[in-house]
């Protein structure tokens, strides 16, 4: 095959065009058609073709209809809702894996699992299987890319090391999904009005903190890209390593973090461990808000009066503080240093609503702890939380139009 005259190696010279040849025959070799070829050129994912046979599918829905009984279009609706591009009947879009997963499945009716119940689980699966693909193959190009490879060389490493280590990760992932679930069992509770319905109540009474990164959408215009990621990595490696039980992290999006907890004390300890950590880490400052309620949980996630009550009070709290609901002040009263933080109207809420903030005391003394030593000097100084006027006139203008867009 002649690959100029196919426009395969346009704007090629030297090295780069004997690369670009030696992985065109490879290709040629493995099965590739002249049109699956063009068409990476055109996307630039020549060198990735290699990774996708190993990781891609040998069989038809059809096919696996026949093999394990689901009907094809059950197949094809539970690889949608793990959130994959959708597929006809007769692309061959399953590998040997999926095979069994389809046999899984099976039993699971067979067992008595509904179609909506295993559609909800795909669906979660599907959710955190992409985030988990994403993460790992970013992870994989950086730590096996080396700089000056040539297309060949990069076909050839990352198919090998595909080959070698993806099947390593299946007990990594089987022994996560059983600790986690191991987990949730624990935290379980069956009440006798459960067991007497025949279905467990979702709702439940739950103490629920978010915590964002304060101007991260301003950041995002004066950072790049790479950098803006790392920071919100670091945010969720934080939230991690602060999370300690009963609380639990539910997710991390970005440049914010969710936690809940049975607890309202424990919580708002994990909330000022983590604002804490990003000081000491010399992060961008947090801002944090509590509350308790109901809730109800589905997916994984939390929804509710709650839930919605947190993420307003977030809203409204300023840089470095810990923002909480009566109902949480009430609760943790004896835990913690507070000052109240006036009324907020809510969106959402008919009335205004009382809010606090917490600080943390010191051990010995009983004195407030903040987050910063300049910070406590004049919190002390002052009466909890209100400026003297003073400070008010000092203030430039943008800082008295930031106070108000927050409050």
Avoid at 63 to 72: F, S, V, Y
Avoid at 91 to 98: A, Y
Avoid at 118 to 129: D, K, N, Q, Y
Avoid at 370 to 398: L, V
């Amino acid at each position: 095959m002649d690959f100029a005259d196919a426009g395969l190696l346009t704007g090629l010279e030297g090295e780069d065009r004997a690369a670009r040849e030696r992985l065109l025959d490879r290709l040629l070799d493995e099965g590739f058609t002249l049109k699956e070829l063009q068409e990476a050129v055109q996307e630039d994912r020549l060198a990735l073709l290699l990774v996708e046979r190993v990781l891609g599918g040998r069989h038809t829905a059809r096919e696996l209809e026949q093999r394990t009984g689901l009907p094809a279009a059950q197949l094809l609706r539970i690889r949608r809702l793990l959130g994959l591009p959708d597929a006809s009947p007769d692309d061959r879009v399953f590998g040997e894996e999926e095979i069994a997963a389809a046999e899984s499945t099976r039993l699971f009716l067979d067992a008595g699992l509904g179609e909506d119940a295993i559609a909800e689980i795909t669906r979660v699966l599907g959710e955190g299987m992409a985030r988990l693909a994403a993460t790992t193959a970013a992870e994989f190009v950086d730590a096996f890319l080396n700089a000056g490879d040539s297309e060949d060389e990069v076909a050839q490493r990352f198919a090998a090391l595909a080959e070698q280590l993806i099947p390593a990760i299946d007990p990594v992932l089987i022994a996560a999904y059983k600790q986690h679930l191991a987990d949730a069992v624990q935290r379980g509770v069956l009440s006798q009005e459960e067991r007497e319905a025949g279905e467990a109540g979702r709702a439940e009474e739950i103490t629920v903190c978010f915590v964002d990164i304060v101007g991260f959408t301003r950041l995002g215009a004066q950072i790049d890209p790479q950098e803006l990621g790392s920071l919100a990595s670091k945010l969720a490696e934080l939230a991690t390593d602060v999370t300690e039980p009963p609380v639990r992290l539910v997710k991390t999006i970005g440049d914010a973090a969710m936690f809940v907890s049975p607890d309202p004390a424990p919580l708002v300890s994990v909330a000022l461990s983590l604002m804490e950590a990003v000081e000491a880490a010399d992060l961008p400052a947090l801002r944090a808000g509590v509350a308790s309620g109901t809730a109800q949980q589905r997916a994984g996630d939390y929804y509710g009066h709650a839930v919605n009550l947190a993420s307003r009070v977030t809203g409204t709290a300023r840089p470095g503080a810990v923002l909480c609901s009566r109902e949480v002040r009430d609760a943790a009263r004896d835990q913690f240093d507070w000052s109240y933080a006036r009324k907020h109207k809510l969106k959402g809420m008919s009335e205004p609503v009382p809010l606090y903030r917490a600080r943390r005391r010191d051990a010995k003394t009983g004195a407030k702890t903040g987050a910063k030593a300049g910070a406590r000097t004049q919190d002390r100084a002052k009466s909890r939380d209100n400026e003297t006027a003073t400070t008010k006139k000092s203030r430039s203008k943008a800082d008295r139009r930031r106070t108000r867009a927050a409050n």
